[in-house]
């Protein structure tokens, strides 16, 4: 039966939200007609932030509404619609997850409880997405994962890598790439790149028996010393 009192709340609940977000764009319009562009990333990438938060309580309302049951927390959580994420095979046996940025735990633009746990979903989701399609994910016996964060410092601060919740995005590579996170079964590896343009977190998993996931990872860094030097004398 629906609550009719609650879903009253949560409509006008939505109604404020929607308020604040009309403020946001006017801000966001004056920005960029004033050329202020630093707070145009600030505020576009905090408007976008928001707005999925709004999207989230809206798909909520709605299934209250019409007195269903949400399917799961994958459902709530693990989307995104500010951020093309992905997950691919980039050839056999070197898998790639594209991801929204990490924040620190104690500073998350998410709040200190939902970043990792929307992260923790998200790869949930893309997983079974992967398979609906494309068949079951064959575990890899001896696993390597590597993190690859790109920083755009203009409008994120730069963590340490004992701040981020990377933990949650193992934990949801359980039982689909890898059987347990113990320490003598798994590697894993954490690198930086400082990017001009955008924050994002790319996942690379491989069996580290396979020569190609060193490879990679020389050859990225590579690429990335390569990046930073043209941006440097650029300025």
Same mark, same amino acid.
């Given at each position: ?28 319009? *004056?920005?960029?007609?004033?050329? +202020? ?11 976008? @932030? ?6 989230? &309580? ?7 509404? +019409? ?6 927390? #994958? ?15 980039? &050839?056999?046996?070197?898998? $790639?997850? #594209?991801?929204?940025? /990490? ?13 990792? $746990? !929307? ?16 068949? &079951?994910? +064959? $575990? ?8 690859? #964060? !790109? @920083? ?14 990377? &933990? ?5 590579? +359980?039982?689909? /790439? ?35 996931? *060193? ?19 650029? $300025?």
């Amino acid at each position: 039966m629906i609550d009719r009192d609650r879903s009253i709340k949560s409509l006008l609940d939505y109604q404020e939200l929607v308020k604040l977000q009309t403020r946001k764009i006017s801000d966001l319009a *004056y920005a960029l007609y004033t050329e +202020q562009d630093e707070s145009v990333k600030a505020l576009t990438n905090s408007f976008a @932030i928001d707005n999925e938060e709004i999207y989230l &309580k809206l798909k909520r309302l709605v299934y209250d509404m +019409q007195d269903r049951q949400i399917g799961n927390n #994958h459902e709530m959580i693990g989307t995104t619609d500010y951020f093309d994420a992905c997950l691919t095979e980039l &050839k056999p046996g070197l898998w $790639k997850f #594209h991801l929204p940025p /990490f924040y620190s735990v104690q500073s998350s633009d998410r709040g200190p409880s939902n970043a990792g $746990k !929307h992260i923790f979903y998200l790869v949930m989701n893309l997983q079974a997405d992967y398979e609906r399609e494309n068949g &079951k994910i +064959q $575990k890899i016996e001896e696993p390597l994962i590597v993190f690859e #964060h !790109h @920083i755009c410092s203009s409008f994120q601060k730069v963590f340490d890598f004992d701040n981020i919740d990377s &933990k949650r995005a193992l934990d949801a590579l +359980q039982g689909t /790439f890898i059987r347990d996170d113990n320490a003598l079964s798994l590697i894993t590896m954490n690198m930086a790149v400082k990017d001009p343009d955008e924050s994002y977190c790319d996942i690379y998993i491989a069996d580290r028996k396979e020569p190609f996931i *060193y490879e990679m990872i020389a050859a990225r860094s590579s690429d990335s010393a390569v990046k930073i030097t043209k941006n440097q004398s650029k $300025k």
